[in-house]
């Protein structure tokens, strides 16, 4: 843990940071046991150890937990970095995208931040949104700098790839596997050339 | 309670309809006024004039109370008959299909569909799932009917124009309406012709 000339919101050290990082542990744990939507905050004290009131202090409601909980997840687990082969560089991140999805709790995450609050929502989503901006924009970026002329925008990357991973995931569509994100990716890009 | 020669599920007439109505109204009112994650069922009893114990005893839940509500509203709000003309119908149901996910309160229905728990959540999205994919297989036939010769499958319409629409309305990306859904569905014939 470091001393943290860091701004208050990260909370370095000491015992708010092992308090945050019981909750976090407690709220991944329960969210794998019984779904997003049966945790409550008074479990995930019990759970983690801390008294309710320091958890209704901190974090308000559940979803405003669950969604700095996703956004904890989604830092430890990054999108492969982009080689420049764009082709490659996309299968990689649509078949990335699909397991970070699937992973256990990925897509109770995924629900706990569409179903925050207006405010917090919107903030969630801008965050999750602005993560998927940022890797397809690495992934363009890195592409052109390779000597590709015409890469896609990321915008048509969003509806080609991730939306249907998206979708598929949450809707339990059955074949929605590494082999089809990978397949996802390439076809759309043979599509274009 | 109804004395009922149908399925007690189906509940038709008398005070047990009327409570139901009741009911349904505060719902939607309330997702429209708050959001969905702000519906108890104090509240909707409140707002319906009935008693939490009979909303609680006949719904269990606010997710199941919401997906019971969600599916009502898409039976009252059918997308349009198809013409067999596919290039037609598809942009219809795209921009049938925003209008739908984007009137007041739909994307808190869709959010609560999608939150409810486990076995509801299953329930509510196959029966979410099979109500785009009636309504494409209709498309589909009409076209095959019209002597459409190669129309394409359900699940990559599903892929191209559904999945997208979702993805965009969830996460408020701007630049999605009617005219975004045509050209959405339009594009993907052309680029498949």
């Known amino acids: 843990m470091s001393t943290g000339t860091r701004p208050a919101a990260a909370r370095p050290g000491g015992r708010s940071a092992r308090v945050r990082d019981a909750v976090h542990r407690a709220v991944t744990e329960l969210i794998c046991e019984r779904g997003a939507d049966r945790v409550t905050i008074p479990l995930v004290a019990s759970r983690a150890g801390v008294n309710p009131t320091t958890v209704y202090r901190r974090w308000h409601t559940v979803p ?10 989604l830092d430890a687990d990054a999108p492969p970095p982009p080689t ?3 082709r490659a560089d996309l299968a990689a991140y649509a078949e990335w995208d699909l397991a970070h999805l699937s992973r256990p709790g990925g897509i109770a995450f995924f629900r706990a931040e569409v179903a925050a609050d207006l405010d917090e929502r919107k903030a969630g989503l801008r965050e999750c949104l602005r993560q998927v901006d940022d890797a397809l924009e690495a992934i363009v970026a890195a592409a052109r700098a390779g000597g590709e002329a015409d890469p896609p925008p990321v915008e048509e990357i969003i509806d080609r790839v991730v939306a249907p991973l998206y979708f598929r995931v949450v809707f339990a569509i059955p074949g929605t596997d590494a082999r089809f994100a990978r397949a996802l990716a390439e076809e759309y890009l ?4």
């Not at 405003?64 to 997840?73: P, Q, S």
């Not at 043979?190 to 050339?193: L, P, Q, S, T």
Request: hydrophobic fraction near 55%; aromatic fraction near 0%.
């Open 64 to 73: 405003a937990l669950l969604a700095e909980v996703a956004a904890k997840e």
């Open 84 to 86: 420049g082969d764009l």
């Open 190 to 193: 043979d599509g274009r050339a």
